[in-house]
Nanobody, 127 residues
């Protein structure tokens, strides 16, 4: 089992920045690709960003390219999502996930590719 705990969410104004963190424990973090997804009440979980286990490859949803940056620190077992120029439509619960496939370039963008999930952190952006 791997445990994932997100933090860093909150209420901000449009144009502000937030940095989400996801701390992992229980498995070898450095062998997992990691990702961030978002979900609104009653809707499906949607891909935001992913990073390969090496940290060398990343992928982003079109809606966040140029504004969000995913990174990881394998020494701290933590993945981050830096969110800049936030918009009201970024309001959602944000979840981090861990995917076990060890492909060097692997940046999974579908929920079924992930083995573990955190409990989520709320991000609210006011206009």
């Amino acid at each position: 089992q791997m445990q994932l705990v997100e933090s860093g969410g909150g209420l901000v104004q449009a144009g502000d920045s937030l940095r989400l963190s996801c701390a992992a424990s229980g498995r070898t973090f450095s062998s997992y690709a990691m990702g961030w997804f978002r979900q609104a009440p009653g809707k499906e979980r949607v891909f935001v960003a992913a990073i390969s286990w090496s940290g060398l490859y990343t992928d982003y949803a079109e809606a966040v390219k140029g504004r969000f940056t995913i990174s990881r620190d394998n020494a701290k077992n933590t993945v981050y999502l830096q969110m800049n120029r936030l918009k009201p439509e970024d309001t959602d619960v944000y979840y981090c996930g861990a995917a076990r496939d060890s492909g060097y370039h692997y940046t999974p963008s579908y929920t079924y590719e992930y083995n573990y999930w955190g409990q989520g952190t709320q991000v609210t952006v006011s206009s």
